[in-house]
């Protein structure tokens, strides 16, 4: 089971910190990605790490902004989101996944969501 929180109201230019917290034993052997949906979109991948946390890679619309990262001792994903911008207003989701990949259907455990709101 996973549950993401730490989303919010920032001013565009800020910044927020999400986290998703794992619920077993195995979340070390799991590639963690973070995905958000904003209303009337499709779900889009906006970063992933994969088990051991050497690997990570990100959307290019948040390149340089976004940064993911893990504690597999706190069963916890991050994601670090700076300077925000009012496009990057969505609903915000954690998954794991046998492999690292920003292909959502290979995602077999999804979270629910936080709201993330960037208002300019």
């Known amino acids: 089971q996973l549950q993401a929180s730490g989303g919010g109201l920032v001013q565009a230019g800020g910044s927020l910190r999400l986290s998703c917290v794992a619920s077993?034993?195995?979340?070390?052997?799991?590639?963690m990605g973070w995905f958000r949906q904003a209303p009337g979109k499709e779900r889009e991948f906006v970063a992933a790490?994969?088990?051991?946390?050497?690997?990570?890679y990100y959307a290019d619309s948040v390149k340089g902004r976004f940064t993911t990262s893990r504690d597999n001792a706190k069963n916890t994903v991050y994601l670090q989101m700076n300077n925000l911008k009012p496009e990057d207003t969505a609903v915000y989701s954690c998954?794991?996944?046998?492999?690292?990949?920003?292909?959502?259907?290979?995602?077999?455990?999804w979270g629910q969501g936080t709201q993330v709101t960037v208002s300019s």
């Open positions: 998954a794991g996944a046998k492999t690292v990949t920003s292909s959502h259907y290979e995602y077999d455990y």
């Open positions: 077993g034993r195995t979340f070390s052997s799991f590639a």
């Open positions: 790490i994969s088990w051991g946390g050497g690997s990570t």
